[in-house]
């Protein structure tokens, strides 16, 4: 069984930047799909960014396009989130999420809609001044 561990989750202030980091347990992710998603308290769990395994598509939701950046390491072994400019809005518990299918050209950012198939415990995020 895949397992998925994030990594990287802290403290910042508005306008700071934190990196995560998502890897598997015993696997290489160089053939997987990876997914971030948040989740704060009391709502519901969000897409945030996505990267497809073949070409790289990505996609982001509106609120975190142009100041998150997806991407695996040359390997594929490792896959980061790096946000800048972090809002206080940002806090939450980040996922880690990976899947074999989403190949080329698309990524799901509604997992109740297209489901990724392991997911890591998560790792929390807080912006506060």
């Known amino acids: 069984q895949l397992q998925v561990v994030e990594s990287g989750g802290g403290s910042a202030q508005p306008g700071g930047s934190l990196r995560l980091s998502c890897a598997a347990s015993?696997?290489?992710?160089?053939?997987?799909?990876i997914g971030w998603f948040r989740q704060a308290p009391g709502k519901e769990r969000e897409g945030v960014a996505c990267?497809?395994?073949?070409?790289?598509?990505?996609r982001y939701a509106d609120s975190v396009q142009g100041r998150f950046t997806i991407a695996k390491d040359n390997a594929g072994d490792t896959a980061f989130l790096q946000m800048n400019d972090l809002k206080p809005e940002d806090s939450g518990v980040y996922y880690c999420?990976?899947?074999?299918?989403?190949?080329?050209?698309?990524?799901?950012?509604?997992?109740?809609?297209?489901?990724?198939?392991?997911w890591g415990k998560g790792t929390l995020v807080t912006v506060s001044s």
């Open positions: 999420a990976a899947d074999l299918r989403y190949r080329q050209g698309w990524c799901p950012l509604r997992p109740t809609i297209a489901p990724w198939a392991y």
């Open positions: 990267i497809s395994s073949v070409d790289a598509y990505t």
């Open positions: 015993g696997f290489s992710l160089d053939n997987y799909a």
